[in-house]
């Protein structure tokens, strides 16, 4: 028999067969749905009819039971909700990790439960010996019409009365149809689905922030994002999860700008998307086809991309955020001159203080909202740094004005090149078809390999990460100076002129100190 698991995972269920009542178990919701889609689930879903402190009580025991089958695995018990009987079961191998999700039934009926549940998707079950038996043959538990809809590539409401109890539905719904949509098929809210989202859009704002948090981080890294940001658009979700971004809608920019605010700011994650997704399924024009890919200029190109990609694209949100908010401090910011000329001095400034509080709202961890107001506060420096840069000489920017660049956006120096790139695509938008636009890209291109080498390149090259050559404690014993501002700008003015090449050694160093202080 053929399974859609892992060795692990079917030892694990047929452990849990024999310690739960084998004909109270059912594989539901999430999990069941994947598995027809042939799509690979990490998470396997339980539904267990008993209260809610048996249920927990018999997870907790077969987390221990389990331990003993599987050697060599780290496996933990972690109550979810102990008044409802939800708990996770976390697997973790050197190479492999799932987790399984037991949860007392509601109302202690299958039915009762599947109903209750968001989409006919999800309101789907399987009895978990009939499927470790038969495998896909097995028998579906289908009382909403979700495999239809399945075959269909439709996400349907089960009633608006589920939506309602939880409203957090309505964002879990268009992450659905992110994650579920490929370059092979795309998937639909159904015509009802949006109507009751727009009716309902107001209750958005009982759901926590961290949930709501949780759930726009899912759309943004599920692909198709610009999609998905005008799907929350047209429904009111954004506005009210978002209002700054309102601002920009219809707030015209200078003659350099093809879109309004609104619309460069969704364009540019469509382009981080276009820049470093191998699958690609935005909104690409047909001009970007004639732009030159990063990868055919920046040596360093592969190298940025698997830092995104790493900790389970950590990174990569980061970036995805720093794109949607790079302009929110433009509206507030905007001034008109006598000439008529639009400017908005110090928007970037604006902005990063705008996305903190944005970001807040949310109660993303300090470490993230600092490093997307980070990338807010200095989008436009590598455009300014581009301008003076001459691409034939490598002249015209030095070592010491990218040294303060890399130290000033620490760390989000990785993120800040891709950020750069869409920003431009963005401005031009299909202008850049023209010469004078391709040319300009193939310029900003450059430049960014120049940064690229500065920041990742060999030791020769790079100007960040050099072993010190004193450090503070050497140089207060050195110079008899005590802690304080003094000491550290004097340790910045070594790092930098050692970073730019001109000192290299301790006793350079130690010369430098003394004519700062005036010795």
């Not at 820049?275 to 200029?297: C, F, H, K, T, W």
């Not at 300009?440 to 500065?454: P, V």
């Not at 014993?477 to 290299?504: C, D, F």
Request: proline share 4%; charged share 25%; net charge negative.
């Amino acid at each position: 028999m053929s399974y859609p698991l892992s060795e692990p995972q079917k030892v694990a269920l047929e452990i849990a067969t024999q310690l739960f009542d084998s004909d109270s178990l059912w594989l539901v919701g999430g999990w069941v749905r994947d598995t027809l889609l042939s799509r690979l689930a990490d998470d396997v879903d339980l539904a267990v009819s008993g209260s809610p402190v048996e249920v927990l009580a018999l997870a907790r025991r077969f987390s221990n039971t389990v331990q003993t089958h599987l050697p060599g695995w780290q496996i933990s018990y972690f109550p979810l909700d102990t008044e409802n009987g939800v708990a996770r079961i976390v697997f973790k191998s050197d190479n492999e990790h799932f987790y399984f999700d037991f949860a007392a039934l509601q109302q202690n009926n299958l039915t009762a439960d599947l109903l209750r549940r968001d989409f006919t998707l999800n309101a789907l079950a399987i009895v978990l010996p009939d499927f470790l038996e038969h495998g896909l043959e097995a028998t579906v538990i289908d009382l909403c019409g979700g495999l239809e809809d399945i075959k269909a590539h439709l996400i349907r409401p089960i009633s608006e009365a589920n939506i309602i109890s939880d409203p957090l539905r309505m964002l879990r719904g268009v992450r659905l149809k992110a994650q579920l949509s490929n370059l092979e098929s795309e998937w639909q809210l159904t015509a009802d689905a949006l109507e009751i989202f727009r009716r309902n859009a107001p209750l958005i704002k009982q759901s926590a922030g961290e949930r709501c948090a949780t759930e726009l981080n899912k759309i943004l890294l599920a692909g198709g994002v610009i999609d998905s940001l005008r799907l929350l658009d047209s429904c009111g979700l954004l506005s009210l999860l978002i209002p700054e971004l309102d601002e920009g809608k219809g707030n015209i920019q200078m003659n350099a700008h093809y879109y309004d605010v609104w619309n460069h700011s969704l364009v540019t994650v469509d382009r981080v998307e276009w820049l470093v997704r191998p699958n690609y399924r935005g909104q690409s024009l047909d001009e970007m086809i004639l732009a030159e890919r990063p990868e055919n200029y920046i040596s360093h190109w592969q190298e940025i991309i698997t830092k995104l990609y790493a900790h389970e694209q950590e990174r990569l949100l980061w970036l995805l955020w720093g794109a949607l908010l790079h302009d929110v401090g433009k509206p507030r910011a905007r001034s008109v001159d006598s000439e008529g000329e639009i400017h908005f001095y110090h928007h970037a400034q604006v902005g990063a203080q705008m996305a903190r509080a944005i970001l807040e709202r949310f109660h993303f961890s300090r470490q993230m909202i600092e490093g997307i107001a980070t990338l807010v506060d200095n989008h436009m420096r590598i455009g300014m740094l581009k301008a003076n840069y001459d691409v034939k000489s490598g002249s015209g920017v030095s070592n010491r004005a990218i040294f303060r660049f890399l130290k000033d956006t620490d760390p989000v120096q990785i993120e800040m090149m891709p950020l750069s790139l869409a920003d431009h695509a963005a401005v031009v938008g299909p202008w850049i078809a023209q010469a004078r636009q391709l040319k300009s890209w193939e310029h900003h291109l450059h430049f960014i390999d120049r940064l690229s080498l500065k920041y990742l390149g060999s030791v020769e090259e790079k100007l960040i990460g050099k072993p010190r050559l004193l450090d503070g404690h050497a140089l207060m014993q050195e110079l008899k100076l005590e802690p304080g501002p003094q000491l550290g700008k004097i340790l910045r003015e070594i790092e930098e002129s050692q970073a730019v090449g001109e000192i290299s050694s301790t006793e350079e160093a130690l010369e430098l100190a003394r004519r700062l202080l005036g010795c």
